[in-house]
């Protein structure tokens, strides 16, 4: 049963700490993106990645936010430092961007507490 | 920019019809999806439709496009409680691939 797998499920930290969140896509997916869901923002682009490289992060908050792409299977979305505003739940999706085939898998999520 | 707009709330009886609209501005959108959240999970795809489609029906979901007014509809036949969730519409361009998203429709599905 193939599915975006994301860890940790949940963080907590404190404030000014650093914070990374993991994402193995699906085998096979060229493409991953990084969503943040807030009550107030809703689903807000941050970054994506075609074949491992970075097409768009304008959504990230580029003096704390990085996000990488290691190998095929790994993404990686960093926090340094961390703050309150940060709290939110991070997904990870991944997709296929060679066929006709638009969908696009999340993964469940990281729900990130900054105390 | 790119906008989608839905209502926040929609509250049926089982066994009724749900449907869940949504609006967009994006011309050169290609695909328009629905997901569906459930508390504490993350989204799950329900169906998309391409923009060059006006209705794609599967099983007792229907989703019916008006590209000229820019509007998408998802409609549940028979809903039940497990309906119950927050219904997202989002909508893609053929290149770019990365989607925008409505701000969420909570259907409240009543036994």
């Known amino acids: 049963d193939a599915r975006v797998t994301q860890t940790p499920r949940h963080k907590v930290t404190e404030m000014g700490q650093e914070v990374t969140m993991r994402c193995q896509p699906i085998?096979?997916?060229?493409?991953v993106f990084w969503y943040r869901q807030t009550m107030m923002q809703g689903l807000e682009l941050l970054a994506y990645?075609?074949?491992?490289?970075?097409?768009?992060d304008s959504g990230m908050p580029k003096d704390r936010f990085s996000a990488e792409m290691p190998d095929a299977t790994l993404a990686t979305l960093k926090i340094q430092p961390s703050e309150p505003r940060d709290s939110a739940v991070y997904f990870c999706?991944?997709?296929?961007?060679?066929?006709?085939?638009?969908?696009?898998?999340f993964g469940q999520g990281t729900r990130l507490t900054v105390v | 920019g790119e906008d989608v707009e839905q209502s926040l709330f929609l509250s049926v009886r089982e066994g009724d019809s749900s449907v869940i609209n949504c609006t967009y501005t994006?011309?050169?959108?290609?695909?328009l999806y629905w997901y569906k959240q459930e508390p504490g999970a993350g989204l799950q795809l329900l169906t998309y439709?391409?923009?060059?489609?006006d209705m794609k029906q599967d099983q007792r979901l229907t989703v019916l496009l008006n590209k000229k007014d820019k509007h998408l509809s998802l409609r549940i036949a028979d809903t039940q409680t497990g309906d119950s969730a927050i219904y997202f519409c989002?909508?893609?361009?053929?290149?770019?691939?990365?989607?925008?998203f409505g701000s969420g429709t909570r259907l409240q599905v009543q036994p």
């Open positions: 085998l096979g997916h060229n493409t």
């Open positions: 439709i391409f923009s060059n489609m």
């Open positions: 990645f075609r074949n491992r490289a970075p097409l768009d």
């Open positions: 989002a909508e893609s361009d053929a290149g770019r691939r990365a989607l925008t």
């Open positions: 994006d011309s050169s959108s290609t695909y």
């Open positions: 999706a991944s997709g296929l961007v060679l066929t006709p085939k638009p969908e696009a898998f």
